[in-house]
C-alpha cells in the first residue's frame, strides 16, 4: 500500500487561508469517506482534526475544514495562526481494512 | 478521560525482537481497537497494524505482515505490539492509537515509544 501523496510544504500569512491536499486511489480516498487529519507539533504525538471527510471532533477550531473529491482529500485552514505551524498527514481507510497515512505536509506561517 | 500509557524507550541490538505494551485506563476495553502506528526520526506516520479488543481479529499493513504481532489483554486492558529480526530502519517512535470501533477515526494517542535498533 503507498502513501497517500501530499505537498512537502505549504506556507501562507497570518490571517491568509491554505489548502492541503491529500491523493489517493480509488481503493483509499476515493473510495470511501473515512479520510482524517492529523495535526503534530515537533515531539509531541498527533492529533485528530477531521475525521469522515469534514467532521470536527469537539474542541477543534472551525477553523479547520476538510473536503473530498475524487480519489483527493483537502484540509483547508482559515485565518491561518502562529500556532497552526506544525506538520499535518492525512490517512484513510482502505479496501482491504487497511489504513494509510499521507507523506505529510509542513505547515509554515510566514 | 481514557489515557494510553506505553512502556519506556528500548535500545535493541539488529536481530533482536520488540515488545511494547499500551494500557489503556477507562471503561469498555472492548469496544475498542487498537492500533500501532510508528515515526521514523523526520519521516511520515506509518500505520503498522491493528487488533479489535473485543474479538481479537488482527490486520496488518503488508510491510509488518510475518514480522510483527499485535495482541491484546482484556483482564490487563492492555494492547501489545511485537516486531521481530529488528533492524536499523525500525529505528521510531512507536504510538498506540485507540479507535472506537467502527468510527473509522484515531481519537487517542499514546505518549509514544522510542525504539533505538542500534549494535
Known amino acids: 500500500q503507498s502513501a497517500l501523496s501530499q505537498p512537502a510544504s505549504v506556507s501562507g500569512s497570518p490571517g491568509q487561508s491554505i489548502t492541503i491536499s491529500c491523493t489517493g486511489t480509488?481503493?483509499?480516498?476515493?473510495?470511501?469517506?473515512?479520510a482524517s487529519w492529523y495535526q503534530q507539533h515537533p515531539g509531541e504525538a498527533p492529533k485528530l482534526i477531521i475525521h469522515?471527510?469534514?467532521n470536527r471532533p469537539s474542541g477543534v477550531s472551525n477553523r479547520f475544514s476538510g473536503s473530498k473529491s475524487g480519489n483527493t482529500a483537502s484540509l483547508t485552514i482559515s485565518g491561518l495562526q502562529v500556532e497552526d505551524e506544525a506538520d499535518y498527514y492525512c490517512?484513510?481507510?482502505?479496501?482491504?481494512?487497511?489504513?494509510?497515512f499521507g507523506t505529510g505536509t509542513k505547515v509554515t506561517v510566514l | 478521560q481514557v489515557q494510553l500509557v506505553q512502556s519506556g524507550a528500548e535500545v535493541k541490538e539488529p536481530g533482536a525482537s520488540l515488545k511494547v505494551s499500551c494500557k489503556a485506563s477507562?471503561?469498555?476495553?472492548?469496544?475498542?481497537?487498537f492500533h500501532w502506528v510508528r515515526q521514523a526520526p523526520g519521516q511520515r506516520l506509518e500505520w503498522m497494524g491493528a487488533?479489535?479488543?473485543?474479538?481479537?481479529?488482527?490486520y496488518y499493513s503488508q510491510n509488518f505482515q510475518g514480522r510483527g504481532t499485535i495482541t491484546r489483554d482484556t483482564s490487563a486492558t492492555t494492547a501489545y505490539m511485537e516486531l521481530s529480526s529488528l533492524r536499523s530502519e525500525d529505528t521510531a517512535v512507536y504510538y498506540c492509537?485507540?479507535?472506537?470501533?467502527?468510527?473509522?477515526?484515531?481519537?487517542?494517542w499514546g505518549q509514544g515509544t522510542l525504539v533505538t535498533v542500534s549494535s
Open positions: 480509488s481503493s483509499d480516498v476515493g473510495g470511501n469517506n473515512f
Open positions: 492509537v485507540r479507535e472506537l470501533e467502527d468510527s473509522f477515526k484515531f481519537d487517542d
Open positions: 469522515a471527510v469534514s
Open positions: 487488533i479489535k479488543a473485543g474479538n481479537g481479529n488482527t
Open positions: 477507562g471503561n469498555t476495553f472492548t469496544s475498542y481497537v
Open positions: 490517512s484513510s481507510y482502505t479496501s482491504s481494512n487497511t489504513y494509510v
